[in-house]
């Protein structure tokens, strides 16, 4: 009983002293559920850069892929919740897999602090040049002519890439082959090479390619036409309702002390409105609006939600 209590009362010590250290004070470490350039990477570099230039304390940036995202996330959810270890991750790993998967090593709301949503991106359908078609509805016509032909790319399964792949072909009624890979890098470099016939993208990495021709755009995915490719039609002005829309946003481990979440929450809004960064996003057709923590969190939610419904709706599934 005794040994019981002194472990109680030097686990209590320890904890407080901790708490006691200015944070941070020591390397804190930003997990990627992506490999390096796609956008959720690139913007915990931008933000882990000023983050460390403004704490004097080195961000890490750790792209730990695979799974649809879920082996980064599944790391993050199993960290100690001291602020030391971040998840930028995306749509995927905390709205569409909880109902993609038939089972999760982690709950993407329980096990998670939401931090803050870093931005949305608008995305694109692509196709490599081979493909004949220059609209959505030359590009469905062409499909459903030749179904099991073409093949669509995603950044892994279930992310918003996959997903949306999944809702064209219900809303389509087109046969089309799903090829995952861990990453847009990878999927966006097969495209490149004809290895693969199409994909739905986020923006900032396919939208530099289809302005030399060497992808062709259809069309924005969202519900609106983009400002970053206002000439483009949305694929909904040829089948209406439909609409993705990708994010990236901040999480920590479940229990992370209020005190630094909030901390790391202002430095996002921070970063995000400084004025090279606002210059950026309307080009790279993302957006950013100033949120809490408790928004975020209520955000995620409603895209789990959301997605539910997709997921079913489509009929797609890991097993």
């Known amino acids: 009983m005794k040994a019981t209590k002194h472990f109680v009362l030097a686990a209590l010590f320890f904890s407080a002293a901790a708490l006691a250290q200015p944070y941070p004070s020591k390397p804190v470490r930003i997990i990627v559920n992506f490999p390096a350039g796609g956008v959720a990477d690139v913007y915990a570099r931008i933000i882990g850069a000023k983050v460390q230039e403004a704490w004097g304390q080195p961000v890490v940036i750790e792209n730990r892929t695979g799974a649809g995202g879920n082996i980064g996330a599944e790391a993050v959810a199993k960290s100690p919740p001291d602020g030391y270890t971040l998840n930028m991750s995306a749509i995927g790993p905390h709205a569409v897999n909880v109902s993609l998967f038939s089972k999760l090593p982690y709950d993407p709301v329980k096990d998670f602090t939401a931090v803050a949503l870093v931005l949305e991106a608008e995305g694109l359908l692509v196709v490599h040049p081979s493909v004949p078609a220059n609209s959505v509805a030359e590009f469905i016509t062409y499909a459903r002519a030749n179904p099991g032909k073409l093949t669509f790319a995603s950044a892994g399964t279930g992310t918003a890439s996959h997903l949306a792949g999944e809702l064209f072909k219900t809303m389509a009624k087109v046969d089309m082959t799903h090829v995952?890979?861990?990453?847009?890098?990878?999927?966006?470099?097969?495209?490149?090479?004809?290895?693969?016939?199409?994909?739905?993208?986020?923006?900032?990495?396919?939208?530099?390619?289809?302005?030399?021709?060497?992808?062709?755009?259809?069309?924005?995915?969202?519900?609106?036409?983009?400002?970053?490719?206002?000439?483009?039609?949305?694929?909904?002005?040829?089948?209406?309702?439909?609409?993705?829309?990708?994010?990236?946003?901040?999480?920590?481990?479940?229990?992370?002390?209020?005190?630094?979440?909030?901390?790391?929450?202002?430095?996002?809004?921070?970063?995000?409105?400084?004025?090279?960064?606002?210059?950026?996003?309307?080009?790279?057709?993302?957006?950013?609006?100033?949120?809490?923590?408790?928004?975020?969190?209520?955000?995620?939610?409603?895209?789990?939600?959301?997605?539910a419904s997709v997921v079913k709706a489509s009929g797609a599934r890991v097993d």
């Open 180 to 307: 995952p890979y861990k990453g847009n890098v990878p999927a966006i470099t097969d495209l490149l090479a004809g290895q693969t016939s199409l994909l739905f993208a986020t923006m900032p990495t396919v939208l530099p390619h289809a302005k030399t021709g060497k992808l062709r755009a259809l069309a924005t995915i969202g519900a609106e036409r983009s400002r970053a490719a206002a000439e483009l039609p949305t694929v909904a002005e040829t089948l209406p309702g439909f609409e993705v829309n990708n994010w990236i946003g901040l999480f920590a481990p479940a229990g992370t002390p209020a005190p630094i979440v909030q901390r790391w929450n202002a430095e996002v809004l921070r970063i995000m409105q400084l004025a090279e960064i606002q210059a950026r996003l309307p080009v790279e057709g993302a957006r950013f609006a100033p949120n809490s923590p408790e928004q975020f969190a209520q955000f995620v939610k409603s895209e789990i939600a959301k997605w």
